[in-house]
């Protein structure tokens, strides 16, 4: 599916309603200012696992952009302007993941990071009645990244059994990933 139909159909199913856009846009100072520290917990947390670790120091210098990425990503969760285009960009933040061999169970779980030091974060920060419209907010467009994330990691697997990469699961993601990436490019 199209990224832009699909956050569309993401914006109605999680409620992402105008004053939620807001409240995320008024966080945006508050929250940017996290994203290093966040980008450090999120490696580090993807960086335990073995397998993970491989990925990530494959490439010389591939952790250090990865922390600039992952800061840019995060910065853009607080954006305001959730459409077609910032749909287009997380998709091929995922394809890209695939593409490499990042698995889907790798950064699901990594994105439990990012939501708890992120709401402990508006826990510590905010005043009590602010709290619950942030905190729904925030969670509101964190499901909106993963659905996308995932979306983007089907189609990946999809296009890899289309051109004959059976093999297994695997090979089906990384080559689908790279092949759609080659296309769009």
């Known amino acids: 599916m199209e990224a832009g139909v699909l956050l569309d159909k993401l914006?109605?199913?999680?409620?992402?309603l105008e004053l939620h856009i807001q409240t995320l846009r008024k966080l945006e100072p508050l929250m940017a200012p996290m994203a290093s520290e966040i980008a450090l917990a999120f490696y580090d947390y993807l960086g335990r696992d073995e397998e993970m670790r491989a990925i990530l120091w494959?490439?010389?210098g591939r952790v250090e952009r990865l922390y600039q990425s992952f800061a840019d990503w995060y910065r853009g969760l607080f954006c305001g302007r959730y459409d077609a285009e910032y749909a287009e960009k997380r998709a091929r933040i995922?394809?890209?993941h695939a593409a490499?061999?990042?698995k889907p169970s790798f950064i699901m779980p990594a994105f439990g990071i990012v939501q708890e030091l992120s709401l402990e974060h508006l826990r510590n920060t905010l005043r009590s009645p602010e709290v619950l419209s942030a905190v729904e907010a925030f969670e509101k467009i964190m499901a909106i990244e993963a659905?996308?994330?995932q979306d983007s990691y089907m189609q990946a697997m999809a296009c890899g059994y289309r051109l004959g990469a059976a093999a297994d699961q695997e090979q089906?993601?990384?080559?689908?990933?790279?092949a759609i990436l080659e296309k769009a490019n």
């Open 100 to 102: 490499v061999g990042v």
């Open 58 to 60: 494959e490439v010389p």
């Open 11 to 16: 914006l109605r199913r999680t409620g992402l």
């Open 94 to 96: 995922g394809l890209v």
């Open 172 to 178: 089906a993601l990384v080559v689908g990933a790279r």
């Open 147 to 149: 659905a996308i994330m």
